[in-house]
């Protein structure tokens, strides 16, 4: 008989069912699919082993590279190429993503690199906008943003960066997600400018975000080797319908299986192998993200030869083009040839490979049940930091019980 069941195989299931077997406990995961990871997955393009979710994991708060550390892996964890992203705006050509900002949200809204997004009428307007007094900070980002900087700070620079980081609009993005020590900046500093400035001041030197040397997807069979060398018990393609007959104390790490849940969104990958030599040069830097309005239909491109030098090197000339789609193009590597080609400036003549995933991000729980447990992107939000940080400590707070 199991001491936990852990119901979901992806990332948050395995990381919080590793932790508790390394205690002693005996640990079951029960997994619908034929394979683990959820959504940090591989698959072959052109002859290439890549992601097929998430490239990267955000380093602020330490947990993942903790893990990997733990895990052995720490000589394979790689900072990605230096230098801004960059950003096409509604109208006008792509332009580098300002230089001293938190998610988009500028420190100084006269700095020329944001000035040339907005404009000086809405720079202008944002720094009399947070002049005014402080008083009760938003739950919600964009509210925040809203009130404190103007619409069009929001809507053409900052919701681009927080979709491309988190995937959904700074509405619906709470603000300690976005940053957990942001409120309080903003309240001691007397502006949301301000709080920037104090927070980029104190973030260790570095890129915000680091991958690993092969892929994140190779995280997945790690953690499933270690877990089951630690005694866990590892059930694919079970999928449980009553979470009552289970072993143990249950741990659910699969959306809809606690409650009912809200329909999530769908996200459309679209990774493209090209030859193209003008790509040698990173015309647009690592890549892009895409303000809505304009004329592309793909929300972010990720130039990942020129992200990762891994990659860079195992592609021997080629170039690889990750374009993600919030609505399902009709044609999606011909829509996403013609979005590369107009956001990054060139033509792309020669097309190796291509290939189309899809995956589901579920919508936050707005409840959990009493006394049941829940990890995974429903209760810790997007991104490998938040996911593993949420489940490490559910982890220690089950053990400590």
Do not use: C
Request: hydrophobic share 50%; glycine share 12%.
């Amino acid at each position: 008989m199991a001491d936990f069941s852990v119901v979901g195989g992806g990332v948050a299931g395995l990381v919080v069912a590793r932790r508790l077997a390394a205690s002693g406990a005996s640990v079951t995961v029960w997994e619908a699919s034929d394979h683990l990871g959820g959504t940090v997955a591989r698959h072959e393009v052109g002859g290439l082993a890549l992601d097929a979710g998430a490239e990267s994991f955000a380093v602020r708060g330490g947990a993942v590279q903790a893990l990997l550390v733990d895990l052995g892996l720490a000589g394979d964890i790689v900072a990605p190429a230096p230098g801004p992203a960059w950003l096409q705006p509604v109208t006008g050509d792509a332009v580098p993503l300002p230089a001293t900002a938190l998610l988009g949200i500028p420190a100084d809204p006269l700095a020329d690199d944001v000035v040339r997004v907005v404009g000086l009428a809405a720079a202008e307007r944002a720094v009399a906008l947070d002049a005014r007094r402080v008083g009760e900070v938003p739950a919600m980002l964009g509210p925040l943003v809203r009130e404190r900087l103007g619409a069009e700070v929001l809507d053409r620079l900052v919701a681009p960066v927080v979709h491309g980081v988190h995937s959904q609009h700074p509405d619906q993005l709470p603000v300690a997600r976005a940053h957990p020590g942001l409120s309080d900046a903003v309240a001691n500093a007397g502006s949301l400018g301000g709080a920037v400035a104090r927070l980029r001041a104190a973030a260790p030197p570095g890129a915000a975000v680091a991958g690993i040397r092969g892929g994140i997807n190779r995280l997945v069979p790690v953690l499933a080797d270690d877990l089951a060398r630690r005694g866990g018990d590892i059930r694919l393609g079970t999928r449980v319908g009553d979470l009552g007959a289970l072993d143990g104390t249950v741990v659910v790490a699969a959306p809809g299986v606690a409650a009912p849940a809200a329909p999530g969104r769908r996200i459309d990958l679209v990774t493209l192998v090209v030859e193209q030599d003008e790509l040698d040069a990173a015309p647009r830097g690592t890549g892009l993200l895409v303000a809505a309005g304009a004329p592309v239909g793909a929300r972010a491109l990720t130039h990942a030869t020129a992200k990762w030098e891994w990659l860079r090197e195992a592609a021997a000339g080629r170039h690889v083009v990750r374009l993600s789609y919030d609505a399902t193009p009709a044609d999606p590597v011909a829509a996403a040839r013609a979005d590369a080609e107009t956001l990054l400036g060139v033509r792309l003549p020669v097309l190796v490979d291509a290939a189309q995933v899809f995956w589901v991000r579920p919508a936050a729980a707005s409840t959990v049940p009493s006394g049941l447990t829940v990890v995974g992107e429903t209760v810790a939000g997007s991104g490998l930091a938040g996911i593993v940080a949420h489940a490490e400590r559910t982890a220690t707070e089950l053990l400590a019980r």
